[in-house]
């Protein structure tokens, strides 16, 4: 399996960012899909998370109400679509594929898409 993350970039606070992972190769052995993000100089930490059929979801309480994880109808492709983000949202953002049959399996980790949100 392999991940491709896109779609960091510069906001304003109270503007919207749409981010993107694509899943390719043995996408079968997904069980779910997680971001995580590390903020300068901090730890890295969980955003948010689904399962591969959409059907068990969850966030860190930070991003409730505002950031909405995804999976685009029958495809690879998984979205984390931020909305009304803050300064402190501004981290290296990473999508990660958990590789198994339950949430403590082995997780691949993609490469990081940088979001900066300015005040």
């Known amino acids: 399996v392999q991940l491709q993350a896109s779609g960091g970039g510069t906001v304003q606070a109270g503007g919207s960012l749409k981010l993107s992972c694509a899943a390719s190769g043995r996408t079968d052995n997904i069980y779910g899909m997680r971001w995580f993000r590390q903020p300068p100089g901090r730890e890295r930490e969980f955003v948010a998370a689904?399962?591969?059929?959409?059907?068990?979801?969850s966030y860190t309480e930070s991003v409730k109400g505002r950031f909405t994880i995804a999976r685009a109808n029958a495809e690879n492709t998984f979205f984390l679509q931020m909305n009304n983000l803050k300064p402190e949202d501004t981290a290296v953002y990473y999508c990660?594929?958990?590789?198994?049959?339950?949430?403590?399996?082995?997780?691949?980790w993609g490469q990081g898409t940088l979001v900066t949100v300015s005040s």
């Open positions: 990660t594929a958990v590789l198994g049959d339950n949430w403590a399996s082995p997780t691949l």
């Open positions: 689904t399962s591969w059929r959409g059907d068990t979801i």
